[in-house]
């Protein structure tokens, strides 16, 4: 029986994996005082957490900050994903690199991980899918909102993205935001949740208005009513996560 033949997400994986490492040669390459530890990224590819093969330490820890665009070792990352027409996200606050969908890493108000929230940019707007647990069972309130979320502190993501100025909610005939969902998230009575949603109109390109990249979403602790001005009466901010770009 012969081998099945690679699929593109394999592909795909493999090469951007081995440009994570890459990169990291090549910022000592270029003689500059940035370090790059492979093994200390999380990576992602279309959703899934995938293993880097090697590492390189010259004894520091930290990320470069080149990973965060014009740096030498962001460069080789960017390249590959470009060359395989691949999108590449870079989350500075865990650390992460996600290729194919921007792998948006949820947690609760004391730093516990929850799951993750997986961004794909499509034609007219960005489908969402959302696979979380340890979460409250019921209906909840999920929006995109304006800033990232400094220090777990979700007050620091301010108000729900909103560029076209409108009201709260879809049942409001002033609304919606762009970062209202149409629905509630229904979490299960064991405290998972597995959904899918659609924005409307948003995008993960960098320079674009109607960008959710380097935002965040905001899970409520109870559910949103569609049409009370600012955040359909939805109550407390309980867990969150920043959207990378």
């Known amino acids: 029986m012969g081998k099945k033949p690679l699929g593109k997400r394999h592909v795909v994986a493999s090469f951007l994996c081995g440009a994570v490492l890459f990169s990291g040669l090549s910022a000592v390459a270029a003689d500059t005082p940035l370090s790059a530890v492979a093994s200390k990224l999380n990576f992602y590819a279309f959703g899934e957490r995938k293993s880097v093969p090697a590492s390189y330490n010259n004894g520091q820890s930290s990320v470069p900050s080149a990973l965060n665009y014009g740096g030498t070792t962001y460069v080789p990352i960017r390249m590959v994903g470009d060359l395989m027409n691949v999108p590449v996200y870079w989350d500075g606050t865990n650390q992460a690199v996600s290729a194919g969908t921007a792998k948006t890493i949820v947690k ?16 007219d707007g960005v489908r969402v899918n959302v696979n979380l647990a340890k979460l409250p ?5 999920i929006h995109v909102h304006q800033m990232p979320i400094k220090q777990n502190d979700f007050a620091t993501a301010l ?6 100025t409108h009201q709260h909610g879809h049942k409001n005939p002033k609304g919606a935001h762009v970062g209202d969902f149409t629905k509630n998230l229904t979490v299960k009575a064991n405290g998972s949740v597995t959904a899918e949603f659609w924005l409307e109109g948003a995008n993960l390109k960098p320079d674009s208005a109607m960008s959710i990249a380097g935002r965040s979403i905001i899970i409520h602790a109870g559910a949103d009513d569609q049409k009370t ?11 969150g996560g920043n959207i990378p770009k």
């Open 108 to 123: 609760n108000a004391k730093g516990e991980v929850l799951g993750g929230i997986d961004l794909t940019e499509e034609k």
């Open 137 to 141: 069972p019921g209906p909840h309130g």
């Open 159 to 164: 108000g729900h993205f909103n560029p076209t």
């Open 229 to 239: 001005d600012p955040s359909g009466a939805s109550g407390d901010r309980i867990a």
